[in-house]
Structure formats: structure tokens, C-alpha cells
């Protein structure tokens, strides 16, 4: 056998280490995905049932959970002390069950509301994941201002007809409207691209499991297909005319108001 050959093999195990999971790395996924259901459940009970502050887990099941989920590493109990403070709960493996992987005691935990508290830094496919939530956190908030601006449509040309005469009609009404909204400059929208997944990150997503099971890159994609970059941009363009419109007629309302009030 040459080196190279050699080399090769090395080469090959450390790939094989890189994306086995180890028994505990196993074991405490899976106490992250109980916890995270656990919370998931409660969260649901306390809302059906808000006559019963700070429930025991037991209520649980088999209503909002088949069954009672334990720890596989502590292979007991570790998750009925809740704390809870009014509507607020933080669960966790109570004890020291996941030193192998090193965490720390009373970890994994979830906080309602507030999610996982780790305690960890985030791994690779967590950053990368973050990234993408970070372009998806602000698309979504350009598009719920949009949706609220359609909301907010009719009561602006509405408030906009009351500053006219009564006998108006209704296309001379639209027509200044129309002719305001030309003298409108457009709508400047944020450049929000979802950041494209290269073959290294690729490698990593893949290699990771995220605590809900699927690996990274099924999370990430799943993330990136709710709001794609295309139609991202084309629910912005087929605004623009609308967001022009409620701009010149609140300009216009604005300054009625200020005159008469
Ligand atoms: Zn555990």
C-alpha cells in the first residue's frame, strides 16, 4: 500500500467522523426535540385551559402528547419540575445528562415564551441557518407593512373623498388620485437576497440534524422556499402603485386635518 493509498483512507475516515453522529450527540437531540415538544404541548394546554394556572405534565397525555417523553441519556424523569411564573414556563433536563456532548446541568431547557435556551454557541449549521432567517425576518416585515397598507387603502381614499364636495362623482375623485399619485416618487424597497447555499455550507447543513429531526439543509430550504427572492420582489413591484397612492392621500388628509383641526 503507498501513502497516497494511505492517505486516502485517512482522508476518508475523517469524512466518516465528520458526519456520524455520536451516541450522546444522539441522545441529546433527541432530549432537545422532547423538550421542544413538551414545551410545544404546554404551551397548547395553558391556552385551552387558562382556569388551570401551572399544570403538571401529566395532564399532558394522552390529550396534546401520546406519550410521556424521558431523556434517553438520563433514562428517568428529568422533565416534570416546570417552572413556572404566571403564563411564563421554562422546562429542562433537570440534572447533569449530557456531559459527554458538554453541556452543562439543567440543559437542554425551553422557555415559553423565548424558545431553546441553549447556553451553547452556535454550531455551524445554526449560523448558517441564522443567516437565512435573518433575510426571511426581514422580507416578512416588508411584506406584513405592505399588507397592512392595503388594509389601510380604502379608510385613506375614504378620509381623502370626505375633504372634497359631496357631489364630486366618483371618477373625478380617482382621476385626482391618479394624477397625485404620478407625482409620487416609487417606493424604495430594502434589496433583500436569501443568501445562495454553497457546496461547502451545503456539506455542513447536511452533516447536522436540527432538534425538530430533518437535517440543516431541510430546514434551510423549507425556510428559503417560503418566500423566494422573485416573488419576493414581484409582491413589492405590484404594490408599488397602491404604497404611492397611500402616501400622496395620507400627505393630503394630513394636511386637511391640520387646517380644520
Ligand atoms: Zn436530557
Same mark, same amino acid.
Not at 162 to 190: D, M, W, Y
Given at each position: ?5 494511505? =492517505? ?15 451516541? #450522546?450527540?444522539?441522545?441529546?437531540? =433527541?432530549? !432537545? ?6 414545551? !410545544? ?21 394522552? /390529550? ?34 449530557? $456531559? ?14 423565548? /424558545? ?6 452556535? $454550531? ?25 397598507? #392595503? ?14 364636495? &359631496? ?12 394624477? /397625485? ?12 437576497? $436569501? ?6 455550507? !451545503? #456539506? ?8 425538530? /429531526?430533518?437535517?440543516?439543509? &431541510? ?35 394630513? &394636511? ?6
Amino acid at each position: 500500500m503507498n501513502s497516497r493509498t494511505l =492517505s486516502w483512507i485517512f482522508l476518508g475516515t475523517l469524512l466518516c467522523a465528520a458526519q456520524t453522529e455520536s451516541p #450522546q450527540q444522539a441522545q441529546f437531540r =433527541s432530549c !432537545r426535540a422532547n423538550l421542544k415538544s413538551l414545551a !410545544r404541548a404546554l404551551e397548547f394546554y395553558a391556552a385551552d385551559h387558562p382556569e388551570q394556572p401551572g399544570p403538571p405534565l401529566e395532564k399532558l397525555v394522552p /390529550g396534546y402528547l401520546k406519550t410521556m417523553p424521558t431523556c434517553p441519556a438520563a433514562n428517568s424523569d428529568t422533565y416534570s419540575q416546570v417552572e413556572w411564573a404566571g403564563e411564563r414556563f421554562t422546562l429542562c433536563c433537570r440534572g447533569n445528562h449530557h $456531559t459527554a456532548v458538554h453541556i452543562g446541568p439543567d440543559r437542554p431547557a425551553y422557555a415559553f415564551p423565548g /424558545g431553546e435556551i441553549s447556553g451553547l454557541p452556535p $454550531t455551524p449549521a445554526e449560523k448558517i441557518l441564522a443567516r437565512h432567517q435573518q433575510v426571511f425576518d426581514q422580507k416578512k416585515a416588508v411584506a406584513d407593512r405592505i399588507a397592512a397598507e #392595503q388594509d389601510e387603502s380604502v379608510a385613506l381614499l375614504e378620509a381623502y373623498r370626505k375633504t372634497k364636495s &359631496k357631489n364630486l362623482p366618483r371618477e373625478a375623485l380617482i382621476e385626482l388620485v391618479n394624477q /397625485g399619485v404620478t407625482t409620487t416618487p416609487p417606493e424604495k424597497f430594502p434589496i433583500l437576497i $436569501t443568501p445562495p447555499i454553497t457546496a461547502e455550507e !451545503r #456539506q455542513i447543513l447536511e452533516g447536522e440534524k436540527s432538534p425538530e /429531526g430533518p437535517t440543516y439543509l &431541510k430546514v434551510v430550504e423549507e425556510l428559503d422556499k417560503r418566500l423566494p427572492d422573485s416573488e419576493f420582489e414581484a409582491y413589492c413591484e405590484s404594490n408599488q402603485f397602491m404604497l404611492r397612492k397611500n402616501r400622496w392621500l395620507r400627505g393630503k388628509v394630513g &394636511k386637511f386635518q391640520t387646517l380644520n383641526g
